[in-house]
C-alpha cells in the first residue's frame, strides 16, 4: 500500500509540475530573445497575405474580404490561372498563380485546409514517421506527392512567364496552414531541380509560410532559412504542434489521453534526443513571429515582430490559450502584419528623424545571412542528423547539374510512380541521386 502510495505522490508531482509550467507558458516567451525584425524585410508579408486570401474568394472582382485602409490591393487581371478543388481532382488545394508587376514576383498561393473537404484530409494523414526522405532530411510524405503534382502541372507555365518577363522577377511559393506545407516544398523541389523550372536561381526563389505545419526536419529547416519565412501569429497552436498531425486527428477524440501522452514526452524525453531524431519535422526556414500579449496582462497590445533562425526551442511547447485556434486563422494574421508593419515603419521613421540608424540596409542584409551561416553551424554542433553547410552542399551538386533531366515529369517520377488511375504513389525501389 505504502509502494502505491508512493507512485502516486510522484505522478501527482510531476503532472503538477508539468501543468504549472504549461499553464504560465506563454506564446510570447518562445521569442522572448530574438532579434526585431525591421520593415524592409517584413514588408511582404501583409501582401502575400492578401494574395492567399484571394484563393478563397469566388469572385475575385467582387471580394467578400475587403482589404484593410492602405494595404495591397490584388488586381484580377494579373492572376495567370485559377486551379480549385475540381481541376485539382483531391491531389492539392485549390491555388491561383499570380503576376505582380508592381513588386516583380510570380506568386503561386495555396489555400489552408479545409475542414469540409476529404481529399485535404487525405493529404495530411498520407504520412508516417520517417517515411519520406529528401535532400538530406525527412519530410512530410502527402505534402510532398501534393508539391510534385503542382509542379509538374505549373513547372512549363512559371518558366514561359519568368522567361517573357526577362528573368528577372522572383519567384514566390506561398501558402496558409496546410498549403503552406505544400508551398514550403515546392520551394525545395525547386532549389534542389533548379533546371526543371527553367533555371530560376536560388536567389530569386522565396517561400512563405504562414501559419506553417511541421513538414520537414531540422536540417532542412535550417537550411532551407534564407529563402523560407514562417510567419507565426502569437499562440498558433500548429507550428508548435510536435506531435505527428495523423495521431491528432486519431486522438481528438480523446483529448486526455492525448494531453497525457503530451505531458509524458515533455517530461521525460530530453531535450538533445528531439533534435537528434531525424524523423521529428519541424515548421520551416526562418520564423517571424507576431506578438500582440503578454503573460498577465489583459487585451492585445501593439503587434510587434520578433524574428530568427531558431535550432534548439524550435516552438516546442503548445500554448494553452483560447486563442491558441484564433492565431491560426489567415485574416487575423493578415490584419495583424499590417499592424505591425505600418508600426515597424513608424518607429523606423522615428529613428532616421532624431538619430542615426543603428543599421545599414547592406548591414542588416549582411546580418540575415551570417545569422543563416550561424544556425547552420548550430545544427552542425549539436550533431543534427543531416545537418551540413549549404557551401559544402552546392560544391558537391556541382557536378550533377550538367545531368539534369529534360522535364519536370522525369524529376518528379524519381520520387513517384503514377498508377493506372493517373494517381501519384510512392516508389520504394527508386531513391534519387540526391538523397544518397
Known sequence: MSVTCGLECVLCVGFSRWAWKRCTHVGSDDSATWTTATPEEFEPIPRISRVILAVYEPDLKNPKISPSIGSFDLNPDWVIKRVT??????????????????????VLAIRGLNLAKESDYKILLDNKLGQKKLGGGFVHHGLLKSAGWVLDQESETIRKVWEENGCVYDLVFAGHSLGSGVASLMAVLVVINPAMIGG?????IRCFALAPARCMSLSLAVKYA????????????????????????KSIFCLPCLLFLVCLRDTFIPEDRKLKDPRRLYAPGRIYHIVERKFCRCGRFPPEV?????????????????????????LWIERESEKALQLLREKSAETVVTMAPKEKRMERLNT?????????????????????????????????????????????????????????????????????
Open 306 to 330: 520578433r524574428t530568427a533562425i531558431p535550432v534548439d526551442g524550435r516552438f516546442e511547447h503548445i500554448v494553452l490559450s483560447s486563442n491558441a485556434t484564433a492565431d491560426h486563422a489567415l
Open 200 to 204: 530560376i536561381p536560388r536567389s530569386k
Open 85 to 106: 478543388y475540381e481541376k485539382t481532382q483531391g491531389r492539392s488545394p485549390p491555388y491561383i498563380l499570380y503576376i505582380d508587376h508592381n513588386h516583380r514576383e510570380i
Open 368 to 436: 540575415l545571412e551570417k545569422e543563416h551561416k550561424d544556425a547552420l553551424e548550430r545544427a552542425v554542433s549539436l550533431n543534427i542528423p543531416h545537418a551540413v553547410m549549404v557551401a559544402e552542399e552546392e560544391e558537391s551538386n556541382n557536378g550533377e547539374a550538367s545531368e539534369s533531366k529534360s522535364n519536370w515529369d522525369e524529376v518528379v517520377d524519381q520520387i513517384f510512380h503514377r498508377s493506372n488511375s493517373g494517381e501519384y504513389l510512392f516508389n520504394e525501389n527508386v531513391v534519387p541521386e540526391t538523397e544518397r
Open 226 to 249: 534564407d529563402i523560407i519565412f514562417s510567419i507565426i501569429l502569437q499562440d498558433d497552436f500548429l507550428p508548435r504542434t510536435a506531435t505527428p498531425l495523423q495521431d491528432i486527428f
